[in-house]
C-alpha cells in the first residue's frame, strides 16, 4: 500500500513542480452563460454549449419525458436488451438531418473513436492523421494497432506524401485519414475538399470528426462535409451530442452497411451500457430545432454574429468557428491572463500542454448564441488588459 501511495505522491509532485497540476473547480449551473464557482458569478466563456440549447426548454422537456416514460438508465448493452425507441428515433433523426443512410449512437466522443477506429483499421494497415487531432483519434489510433503517421497541421502537400509511403509500403493494408472539421484548440477548418481528393486519388479511406461542427458549420448545422458538398464522399462522419447539440453523447454516420458492421465491432458499442434515453431524446429535439428553418435561424446566425463581435473589438481575423484562442505561449502567462480575466468576471479557461504543444499556450475563448453583445464588448477590455498586465 505504501508503495502505492509513494508511486501517487511522487507523480502529482512531478506534475505540480511542472506547473501543469489540474484541479478541476466546481461550477454551477453546468451550462448557461453566467456561472456561479468559487463563490463568484461568472461570464462563461468556456462552454461548447455554442447554441445554449443545454437549457432550451424543448430539450429539456424531452429529456424530462424520456425520463417519465422510461426511467433514468438504459438497462444493459444495445446487444443485450439495451435498445429504447430514444436511440432509434435519435439515430434515424440524425441520418436525415445529416443526409445520410444511417447513424449510430454512442455513450461519448471518446467511446465512438476508440470503438469505430480499432474496428476499421488494424495490423498491417496504416493510420494517417493531423496532427492537432484530438486524443481521443490518437487513441483509438494506437488502440488499432495500425502503423501510425502523422502529417503536420493541415499541411496538405505532408498528407500526399504519407499517402504516397502508405500506397507503396503497404500495398495490400488499407489506409484510413483522421482529420477533423473544427480543430478543437485552435478553431480553424480542415482543408476537406483537398482531403476528400487525395484520399481518392490514394484509394484511402477518410473518417471526418465533426465534433465542434455540427450544429455550428454548413447549412442548418450539417457540418463542414455538407456545407462542402462531399457527405457522400466521406466514408466515416462522426460527432458529438454533447457540444453544439446540449445533451451528452456522440454519432456515427454514414452507409446503413456501416452502421450495421459497427454494431457487430466496435468494442465502445458491444460491451458499454446504451446511453440514457434522456440524453438520446434531448439529442433528437436539438436536432429538430436545426431541422425547421425558423427555430434554426434564431440560433445559428446568432453564434455567427457573436464570433464576428469579439474578433473584430480584438482586432483578429474572423474565426470561422465559435472557437476564438488567444495564444500566449509561455504557460504561466496564459495561467495569469485566465486568473485575471476571473478576477473580472470572466471564465476563459487557460489551455496548456498535454493539450497543446508546450510554449503554445493560450486562452481559449468559446462564444455562445446566448451570449450578449454587451457581455462581449466587456470580454474583449477585460482580455486586453488582462494580457497587457502580463507584458509589463
Ligand atoms: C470533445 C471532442 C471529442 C470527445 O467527445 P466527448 O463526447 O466529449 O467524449 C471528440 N473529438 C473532438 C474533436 C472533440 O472536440
Redesign the pocket.
Known amino acids: 500500500m505504501s508503495s502505492f501511495e509513494d508511486f501517487l505522491h511522487t507523480q502529482l509532485r512531478q506534475i505540480t513542480e511542472a506547473g501543469l497540476l489540474r484541479k478541476p473547480a466546481m461550477i454551477g449551473p453546468a451550462q448557461g452563460t453566467i456561472v456561479e464557482s468559487g463563490g463568484k458569478t461568472l461570464h462563461n466563456f468556456s462552454s ?1 454549449d455554442y447554441l445554449g440549447l443545454a437549457n432550451h426548454p424543448a430539450v429539456c422537456q424531452a429529456a424530462r419525458e424520456a425520463i417519465s416514460e422510461g426511467g433514468a438508465g438504459s438497462g444493459a448493452s444495445r446487444l443485450i436488451c439495451g435498445t429504447l425507441p430514444a436511440h432509434l428515433r435519435l439515430e434515424a433523426d440524425l441520418a436525415g438531418f445529416k443526409r445520410c443512410e444511417a447513424a449510430l449512437s ?8 476508440l470503438g469505430v477506429i480499432p474496428a476499421l483499421a488494424g495490423k498491417g494497415d496504416v493510420i494517417i492523421l493531423d496532427k492537432l ?5 490518437v487513441d483509438g489510433a494506437h488502440l488499432s494497432g495500425a502503423t501510425l503517421r502523422v502529417f503536420p497541421h493541415n499541411d496538405m502537400k505532408a498528407l500526399e506524401s504519407r499517402l504516397a509511403w502508405a500506397h507503396k509500403t503497404c500495398p495490400q493494408g488499407k489506409v484510413l485519414i483522421l482529420a ?1 472539421s ?3 484548440m485552435d478553431g480553424d477548418l480542415a482543408h476537406l475538399s483537398e482531403i476528400v481528393d487525395l484520399k481518392e486519388r490514394y484509394g484511402a479511406w477518410l473518417l471526418l ?4 461542427g455540427v450544429g455550428v458549420l454548413g447549412e442548418g448545422g450539417r457540418g463542414l462535409a455538407d456545407a462542402c458538398g462531399v457527405v457522400h464522399r466521406i466514408e466515416v462522419q ?1 460527432g ?4 453544439a447539440l446540449g445533451s ?3 454519432y456515427v454516420c454514414g452507409a446503413a452497411s456501416l452502421r450495421e458492421f459497427l454494431v457487430n465491432r466496435a468494442r465502445s458499442f458491444v460491451f458499454s451500457t446504451a446511453p440514457p434515453p434522456s440524453a438520446s431524446a434531448a439529442a433528437s429535439a436539438a436536432v429538430g430545432l436545426l431541422s425547421n428553418s425558423e427555430t434554426c435561424s434564431g440560433l445559428i446566425p446568432p453564434l455567427h454574429k457573436n464570433v464576428d463581435r469579439l474578433c473584430t473589438n480584438l482586432g483578429l481575423p474572423l474565426s470561422p468557428s465559435p472557437i476564438v484562442p488567444i495564444i500566449l505561449g509561455p504557460e504561466d502567462l496564459a495561467m495569469q491572463a485566465s486568473a485575471r480575466l476571473r478576477d473580472q468576471g470572466f471564465l476563459v479557461p487557460a489551455i496548456r500542454f498535454p493539450t497543446v504543444a508546450r510554449g503554445q499556450a493560450r486562452l481559449r475563448v468559446t462564444l455562445s448564441s446566448a451570449h450578449s453583445e454587451a457581455a462581449i464588448d466587456e470580454l474583449a477590455g477585460a482580455i486586453q488588459r488582462a494580457i497587457s498586465e502580463g507584458s509589463c
Open positions: 461548447n454512442f455513450s461519448s466522443g471518446y467511446a465512438a473513436a487531432c484530438h486524443a481521443c483519434l477533423e473544427v480543430y478543437s470528426d465533426e465534433a465542434h462522426m458529438t451530442l454533447g457540444k451528452s453523447g456522440a
